[in-house]
């Protein structure tokens, strides 16, 4: 996409931000108006929080409307800041994750925590130094902190009946001063690969998983062994955050010793290369697992493997990922192999044939096999994290051939050193998933995916005419985009014999969902699952 607004369109690229903008802030207010916040106790400050959180990005993006978030040479290029997303879309994706329930979670105040945060810090950020700069700069930074003491406060009741206030409060402050540590972690090291936005959500969300873990663990030691059974029953969750630290923590640590240049470009390419790989990715998830054995008591080797291979239904899942994923190989080898002069509409019908893929893969496992779905998302991600661990760093023998492959199918979006396309597109498919959606919800990311995206695409570069302003996204793709994913939603609910939540319902999402993918210039892969899912949550 094009960024029609820094040539001549600079007005019509404001509008577009604004009207990104409305999009998150409605979700939130939708979330906090129909089911308030899960606190038993001070919710109505929390929801007074979040009120405050939906409404700043607006007025931010009124008083900048023609923001340019390419400016700094950390950022991704041909698109704004997302500081919009980078504010509300963890805390609209958590809280909808707690529609239904009644028990508070820890995340839910984390996520405002850092909301604030990430909020004083764009504020601040893009102050004029001026003659008032230090005030201002204090009056931000007291804002926030008196905003996170009365978090802190209001969400104690969630990280138990022992936590005090100044306890929250420290938790929240922590988590705060990490999630910028990450942000910035990320920005350094993966230059012109992340807008502001993404790179926040991003380290809110690492955080988050931290977070969680870590107070687990907190628990395990100071209450001894009474929890076994809780844990038992959630190793899924307990084997996804280890998946992901293990896989952060390894990450950053190879990327450090590759830097030093201690293996020199032979040795990186040979067997060293691949035996820092494994030692160092191997390293970190034995001990990870081993976090999660001493917490929950169970072996998770033992129960991954029991839950993939234990039921009838997952093997079934399993050999139709086999023979799909086989069937997928035999097509690339015999008509998709050269892409290197292909056309440009031949390379869009090539890439969004991975968007088709993957709905035609996990569809089915969230139908039948929805537990091994969830730990194949995550063994799917650690692989695509060791595949481009290789590649960037040029790891191993196979390094230079993975780059060479993986090289042509990138796009504008893909302008810093890692290549995102393919981790957008899973995360998009499988964060609905983690986050506990059941049915259309669960499904958001294979159906806005894998479906209604691949649709807006082939009908827009066939018949897109009219533009929408700001963007070069067409209004005929977007009606392709929302007639599609009406269409798929329908056959969800027919096949599961599901009535679902009314027909207009499902109207209004398609519409508002297709009308946010045309606007933002954030990942869509990313921000318009979570988007559909938080509806879907919000309506249901």
């Known amino acids: 996409m094009?960024?029609?607004?820094?040539?001549?369109?600079?007005?019509?690229?404001?509008?577009?931000?604004?009207?990104e903008a409305c999009i998150p802030a409605l979700i939130l207010t939708l979330l906090v108006n129909r089911y308030g916040?899960?606190?038993?106790?001070?919710?109505?400050?929390?929801?007074?929080?979040?009120?405050?959180?939906?409404?700043?990005?607006?007025?931010?993006r009124l008083a900048r409307r023609n923001n340019d978030g390419t400016k700094s040479k950390a950022f991704r290029p041909g698109a704004d800041d997302g500081?919009?997303?980078?504010?509300?879309?963890?805390?609209?994706?958590?809280?909808?994750?707690?529609?239904?329930?009644?028990?508070?979670?820890?995340?839910?105040?984390?996520?405002?925590?850092?909301?604030?945060?990430?909020?004083?810090?764009y504020q601040w950020s893009h102050l004029r130094r001026g003659a008032r700069y230090i005030e201002i700069s204090c009056f931000i930074w007291a804002l926030w902190l008196a905003c996170t003491v009365v978090i802190g406060y209001a969400g104690k009741p969630a990280f138990g009946e022992t936590c005090g206030t100044m306890r929250s409060i420290a938790m929240l402050l922590v988590a705060s001063i990490v999630q910028h540590a990450w942000r910035s972690e990320i920005l350094r090291s993966l230059p012109r690969s992340f807008t502001m936005g993404e790179a926040a959500v991003f380290a809110q969300g690492l955080t988050l998983v931290a977070s969680d873990f870590a107070l687990v663990l907190s628990h395990r030691i100071q209450n001894g062994a009474r929890d076994f059974a809780y844990w038992e029953s959630h190793m899924h969750v307990l084997c996804l955050e280890a998946i992901v630290l293990g896989l952060w923590v390894s990450a950053t640590v190879l990327a450090r010793v590759v830097a030093t240049g201690v293996l020199g470009k032979r040795a990186r390419r040979g067997v060293p290369g691949l035996a820092a790989l494994g030692s160092v990715f191997g390293g970190f998830g034995v001990l990870v697992l081993a976090l999660v054995s001493f917490i929950s008591h169970v072996n998770p080797v033992r129960w991954i493997l029991v839950t993939a291979l234990g039921s009838s239904a997952h093997r079934a899942v399993l050999a139709y990922w086999v023979v799909l994923l086989g069937v997928a190989g035999c097509v690339y080898a015999l008509g998709h192999g050269d892409v290197s002069e292909s056309t440009k509409l031949m390379l869009h019908v090539k890439r969004k044939s991975y968007h088709v893929l993957a709905a035609l893969m996990f569809a089915p496992g969230l139908v039948h096999a929805r537990l091994l779905l969830y730990l194949g998302f995550a063994v799917a991600v650690a692989g695509f994290v060791v595949v481009e661990c290789m590649r960037a760093l040029?790891?191993?023998p196979c390094g230079a051939s993975i780059n060479t492959f993986m090289r042509r199918f990138i796009d504008y979006r893909d302008a810093g050193p890692v290549v995102t396309a393919h981790f957008y597109l899973l995360l998009g498919c499988a964060l609905p998933v983690w986050l506990g959606g059941d049915s259309v919800a669960g499904l958001a990311g294979v159906l806005s995916l894998g479906v209604a995206d691949t649709a807006a695409s082939l009908v827009g570069m066939r018949l897109g005419r009219v533009r929408w302003p700001g963007t070069a996204k067409t209004v005929e793709g977007t009606v392709g985009f929302c007639a599609s994913l009406l269409a798929a939603i329908g056959a969800v609910l027919w096949l599961k014999g599901d009535a679902g939540m009314g027909w207009h319902w499902y109207a209004a999402v398609s519409a508002v969902v297709g009308v946010l993918e045309?606007?933002?210039?954030?990942?869509?892969?990313?921000?318009?699952?979570?988007?559909?899912?938080a509806l879907l949550q919000a309506l249901a």
């Open 518 to 533: 045309a606007l933002t210039e954030q990942n869509d892969n990313l921000v318009v699952p979570l988007c559909m899912f």
């Open 83 to 121: 500081a919009v997303w980078g504010s509300l879309l963890v805390p609209v994706s958590v809280l909808a994750t707690s529609v239904g329930s009644a028990q508070p979670h820890p995340a839910i105040v984390l996520s405002l925590g850092m909301s604030a945060s990430f909020t004083a810090y």
């Open 394 to 396: 040029d790891l191993g």
């Open 37 to 60: 916040v899960p606190i038993d106790s001070n919710s109505a400050v929390l929801c007074w929080v979040a009120y405050t959180l939906s409404l700043t990005p607006l007025v931010l």
């Open 2 to 19: 094009t960024d029609d607004s820094c040539s001549g369109g600079s007005c019509h690229g404001g509008q577009r931000l604004l009207y």
